[in-house]
């Protein structure tokens, strides 16, 4: 089943940075423009990059705590289990009651 992680969403669109598309023809637009341009460009995709770079670390050592508190939990369930049996619990008799309709 797909989440909303899952689908497509706005930073999957191309932008005129990603097609090369300009409003004004090469000749006579300035180098040094678009070199300043696609500097933005990266620093932001480094920025980026750093961020869900940290993000994956923390996410990660959440999930490692998580799976160990589960390993801990299914230990002591296990040992109560295997602590409890049922020759130690002594057989009654069950108790009867008439039911009159």
């Known amino acids: 089943m797909k989440t909303m992680k899952h689908v497509m969403g706005i930073e999957n669109i191309k932008n005129m940075h990603s097609i090369g598309a ?10 040094c423009l678009d070199l300043y341009v696609l500097r933005k460009e990266k620093d932001r995709l480094e920025k980026e990059i750093f961020t869900l770079d940290k993000k994956r670390v923390t996410t990660k050592r959440q ?6 508190q589960i390993e801990r939990i299914q230990e002591e369930t296990y040992e109560r289990r295997k602590d409890k049996t049922c020759g130690n619990v002594p057989a009654r008799p069950l108790k009867r009651m008439a039911v009159t309709y």
């Open 22 to 31: 300009r409003s004004i023809p090469k000749v006579d637009r300035s180098s």
């Open 63 to 68: 999930l490692d705590n998580l799976n160990k």
